[in-house]
């Protein structure tokens, strides 16, 4: 079988995600956030759990209120428990559910934190290093657990300001 015969195939949706985050780290967050809204609209609530999960994860990056964030970290974390390795290796080979977990639980950690329920935000840092083996050592597993080690300070010091390494600050 060749390459391009056993890649997979284009997602359209998940296209429109990189390039909704793309112009969310662009500065145009408003206008990442309209785009993400409209592709929940059309994925559904009981759609695509991958899908629904990768949106939500990261309209929650682009909301300016934590309680609204705190329900799109709460979808995102259920749409993963909805979805397979197999379903997310469909979109790319490397992926697996469960590298998903590490930074889902810290983002509910952090905008709980935020928001001043430490009990509940310990609950998800609890969460996110039992989980936290699974990440590579490279640059991405290096910032969630430096961002794991950030909250978990913040909490203990009950400090609910705005981490400097947040995409809300």
């Known amino acids: ?60 990056d682009v909301t300016p209120g934590a309680e609204e964030e705190l329900v799109w970290d709460e979808r995102a974390l ?3 428990h909805e979805t397979s390795d197999e379903r997310a ?37 609890a969460h996110t290093a039992a989980r936290i083996e699974v990440l590579p050592h490279d640059g991405y597993g290096t910032t969630i657990r430096e961002a794991l080690d950030g909250v978990r300070a913040m909490i203990a010091a009950r400090d609910a300001s705005v981490r400097e390494s947040s995409p809300h600050a």
């Not at 890649?7 to 359209?12: T, V």
């Not at 780290?25 to 759990?49: N, P, T």
Request: proline share 4%; with cysteine; hydrophobic share 50%.
């Open 89 to 125: 290796r469909s979109y790319h080979s490397s992926l697996a559910i469960a590298g998903f977990f590490p930074s889902l639980h810290l983002n509910l950690a952090d905008v709980l934190r935020r928001l001043g329920r430490f009990e509940d935000a310990e609950a998800h840092v």
């Open 1 to 60: 079988m060749t390459e391009a015969a056993s890649a997979p195939a284009p997602d359209p949706v998940m296209a429109a995600v990189t390039e909704a985050v793309t112009r969310g780290h662009q500065g145009d967050k408003e206008g990442a956030r309209a785009d993400l809204l409209v592709l929940w609209a059309q994925v559904g609530d009981d759609g695509d759990a991958f899908h629904r999960c990768v949106i939500a994860h990261y309209v929650a």
């Open 78 to 80: 259920a749409a993963a």
